[in-house]
DNA sequence: TTGATTAAAACAAACGTTTAATTAGTGGTA
DNA sequence: TACCACTAATTAAACGTTTGTTTTAATCAA
């Protein structure tokens, strides 16, 4: 079955929709009407709302390992250049696709769907190795400092630009920026970008 | 009207399920089924589901405004040593208090109650005030870097904490943290510490 | 004609809330 | 102590909506 313009519509309104409200919040109706479809239209394509929103985050959820995996594994970069790029590399994958990470942010904060959330624990592990490698390499070549806790400095980065994606509305204010799309612009990704690259090189590098 | 036994019940049980799922994903009948009394209670003790709650998170969110006043206005202390006990304050208040803060994390990232979350922040933006204060003085005195981001390592330490407290289940697996009772045990809570004191230190101060 | 698509209507189940009836508790009066 | 009056607390049942899903029938394309 190919994708009729139809189900690209629905799953295009529901990915706007499920980026502002939880799943329970966002009804069928809803859907349909952002969608200019019927409402069986939901069922007929995805068999359930569920299955719907299981299926959106999961083909919007790019694969992002084979990149990680080249950055970790290039023998010509030093590794905080790796560090560098990875920095790069989450902050332009979150802030170009703000709702489904805040669904998927979501999803990781609760229980209500345990398949779903393991499902994309899975996906995101693999990467996780990746960057456990990485960080170890820094401290085995003399570049890393022994005593960093590369563990939480990997977390610390995701975390910290998944909430500031995720609760848009918030890190506004808290940051002093006007509005929700500056938050997203190129200007302010550069600060992220910066902000990270001067924490990570203070905190990592040898004296 | 005073807090009778039964109130407390339904506030005490609330507080554990609207912890684990959404708003909408915990039922009426849901939360009197665990605090073990009739549906009406809900409606006769709070006036409906959702003020119950406001009230739950409301009741529960401490004020911590006047800890971080005192911390920021004390005139003995080095503007670093400020930092250190705020990390160590918000470490202990995030995760002392981990179903409350869950709570508090997807009001701010959902606009399902916007009168909720606007009060929310208003309560937040307070301490806000006090740590960017905190942290220019650190600049001023010379003690702090002056290109250093101030903003964003305030909101660093705030969402990375709040997202491990949030995400618990997610951050154990990323952390090689065996249980979630251990995320929030005194061991863990230490490295958390140790961490931002560490990288802040880095970071923060002049060479 | 055949099979996929669309629409309107109906479905049962679950939702939050309210009603009406009953019990428990309190304070005052004798 | 006993009785009454009154309010608060509690219950079971029912309320009207809304939920996600299905059915049935009509329409369209090949």
Redesign the pocket.
Known sequence: ??I????AAILAEAEKLFAQEDF?A?????LAKAAN?????????F??????FEELIISRMANSQTTIQAIATDPTMSSIDKVMAVVDFYTDRLMNNPGVHRMINRELSNSSRPQLRDLLLSKITTNKEYLSMMMEEGKKKGEFREDADVGLAMINLFACIQYIVGSSYYSCKMLDVPTEAQLFDKEFRQRIKTYFKDLFSHYLLKK
């Open positions: 079955m190919e009729t313009d139809k189900k329970d966002v009804s069928v109706r809803d479809v019927n409402i069986a239209m939901i069922s007929y394509y068999g359930s709302k569920e299955k719907l």
